[in-house]
């Protein structure tokens, strides 16, 4: 089973600053099947990004995805106001589906 | 796309619950359809698939077979029937579609709560 560990765990910015998350997967996975979701308190998750770095339908540029391998990155390049929320990576792969812990970017 | 879960509420340990989902907006029978459940305070944790024809229907591990899966195409809908609940179930429930190739989930509901207490 692959695990999905997220960092940090908490991300204090200010608005306009960069906002780098980071997803490393206990073993080497496709980046066809990682995906990044955003939710902001009491709301769903929406999708960010999808097939690592294919930003989803609605998704303003600021956001980009990385990364191969095992290690994957959420970038925001300057933070806006709504964008301070809980970020999650996740995974597909032998018919599991599977979340990172999390990282929150919360305001500094 | 609209995504509609209901049936959520109060429910004592061992006790049984049934979710719904309510689609509308795109072809529901051309989709797979999933629930992701979040238990209070922490992260999102995946439940069950189901691919669009009832094919493939698979379940989380730590579930040990107490959920059911299913779907109704010509209604739009989606259940989920949820047996021996244990305190550990409290959680928001939410249908989310998957993807063209299912893969990742494209559209989520609002989440309907399941509280299990005594």
């Known amino acids: 089973e692959i695990v999905l560990t997220q960092s940090p765990g908490t991300l204090s910015l200010s608005p306009g600053e960069r906002a780098t998350l980071s997803c490393r997967a206990s073993q080497i996975i496709s980046d066809s099947f990682l995906a990044w979701y955003q939710q902001k308190p009491g709301q769903a998750p929406r999708l960010l990004m999808y097939g690592a770095s294919s930003r989803a339908s609605g998704i303003p540029d600021r956001f980009s995805g990385s990364g191969s391998g095992s290690d994957f990155t959420l970038n925001i390049s300057g933070l806006e106001p709504e964008d301070f929320a809980v970020y999650y990576c996740q995974h597909f792969g032998n018919s599991r589906w599977t979340f990172g812990q999390g990282t929150k970017v919360e305001v500094k | 796309v609209l995504l509609v879960e209901s049936g959520g509420g109060l429910v004592k340990p061992g006790g049984s619950l049934r979710l719904s989902c309510a689609a509308s907006?795109?072809?529901?029978?051309?989709?797979?359809m999933n629930w992701v459940r979040q238990a209070p305070g922490k992260g999102l944790e995946w439940v069950a698939s189901?691919?669009?024809?009832?094919?493939?229907?698979f379940y989380s591990d730590s579930l040990k077979g107490r959920f059911t899966l299913s779907r109704d195409n010509a209604n739009k809908s989606l259940s989920l029937q949820m047996n021996s609940l244990t305190t550990e179930d409290t959680a928001v429930y939410y249908c989310a579609r998957g993807s063209s190739v299912a893969v990742y989930f494209d559209y989520w509901g609002q989440g309907t709560l399941v509280a299990v207490s005594s």
């Open positions: 189901i691919s669009s024809s009832s094919d493939y229907i």
């Open positions: 907006g795109f072809t529901f029978s051309r989709y797979t």
